[in-house]
């Protein structure tokens, strides 16, 4: 079945840099577009980036992140650098597919000083 792992999340100061991976498997990872979005309390999920053919970021992200795959690894990465405190959320990646789609658990990505 499929799934889907983030990790890399972690506590950042201020422009500061991390870089989250979802690790996928239970598909064909390379036929699929991948995205991350992320979450704070109280708001609704926000897209962040995409990843198929070519990359699509949120205005928001774009400039400071950026998102790749290693398809023989089958993981899809986000790369976020200059954060800022405003960036704290949980961060997720989306698998869609023809029939639905499919979120991992999140990674806790928190900025602050």
């Known amino acids: 079945q499929v799934q889907l792992v983030e990790s890399g999340g972690g506590l950042v100061q201020p422009g500061g840099s991390l870089r989250l991976s979802c690790a996928a498997s239970g598909f064909t990872f390379s036929n699929y577009v991948m995205s991350w979005y992320r979450q704070t309390p109280g708001k609704e999920r926000e897209y962040v980036a995409a990843?198929?053919?070519?990359?699509n970021y949120a205005d928001s992200v774009k400039g400071r992140f950026t998102i790749s795959r290693d398809n023989a690894k089958n993981t899809v990465y986000l790369q976020l650098n200059s954060l800022k405190p405003e960036d704290t959320a949980v961060y997720y990646c989306k698998l869609t597919m023809e029939t639905g789609y499919y979120w991992g658990q999140g990674t806790q990505v928190t900025v602050s000083s």
């Open positions: 990843i198929g053919g070519t990359t």
